[in-house]
């Protein structure tokens, strides 16, 4: 499949090209027809990849915003930052600049609400479990929910055996995704694989590892605008000094580990 500025043009099995304008126009079409049906609720699952588009999606949605009141538009997306950037509400140069939204953005739990988020679903399935088994999966998984739910599934039928199958299920799926992001920088790599070593990692530690694994000497820059990079996109938090890697999948992941 190919992607050609001008257009769209589908190779294999069959070539369509459409110009920009055309699309467009067809786009605005649908959605004028969907805001006649009345309340229409569209929703952009990772959202953040639709910077790639080269029709002007932007000016699109605002006219949505502007004049089509009933499409309520909801934007979701792991990479956060990045969502942020290509709906650009707080860039002046954007088209939707100064619109109104509200934001809701999913926490990991802390590791009580984790534990207590366990207890809950083990006494709704009518499991009794040990405290312990509570504690070491918090203790593995963190908080991040989705792994937390898959694990208390699993767990009725295997018991803890569920706790490795979970963690090399979330390896293998965080592994695709880190082979797309490392991609994009030749350093982001070296940079969560100090990070994931270090448990959590400051500047300095960070810069001096990477220089060391590449034998590059690289510019200040560099390292802050890929480690910004990496917080736009998720995989890093910054508290403080220090920067941490937030989803325990990907840290075991960058240590070899499943």
């Known amino acids: 499949m190919l992607f050609v500025l001008s257009g769209i043009s589908l190779e294999y099995p069959i070539k369509v090209k459409l110009p920009v304008e055309e699309i467009r126009s067809n786009i605005l079409r649908i959605l004028d027809g969907l805001n006649e049906l009345g309340r229409v609720i ?60 509200e934001s809701i953005e999913l926490r990991p739990f802390s590791v009580e609400e984790s534990k207590e988020f366990l207890r809950a679903g083990f006494k709704e399935l009518g499991v009794s479990v040990e405290e312990y088994v509570i504690d070491r999966a918090v203790s593995e998984l963190d908080g991040i929910v989705g792994w937390l739910v898959y694990f208390g599934r699993l767990y009725v039928e295997k018991g803890m055996d569920a706790l490795d199958e979970v963690k090399a299920l979330g390896v293998r799926m965080v592994k695709r995704e880190l082979d797309e992001v490392f991609a994009r920088s030749p350093y982001y790599r070296y940079i969560m694989k100090a990070i994931a070593t270090l448990g959590k990692a400051r500047w300095r530690n960070i810069m001096d590892y990477v220089m060391a694994q590449t034998g590059r000497r690289l510019t200040n820059a560099t390292i802050s605008r890929d480690l910004k990079n990496l917080v736009k996109m998720g995989f890093i938090e910054r508290q403080g000094d220090e920067y941490r890697i937030i989803d325990p999948m990907v840290r075991y992941a960058m240590l070899g580990e499943y």
């Open 42 to 101: 569209i929703v952009f699952d990772e959202a953040q990849y639709l910077r790639y588009l080269t029709i002007g999606l932007r000016p699109i949605l605002a006219h949505v915003y502007d004049y089509m009141r009933g499409i309520t538009m909801v934007f979701t997306g792991s990479e956060v930052g990045l969502l942020y950037d290509f709906i650009g509400i707080e860039d002046p140069g954007s088209e939707l600049y100064g619109r109104y939204y």
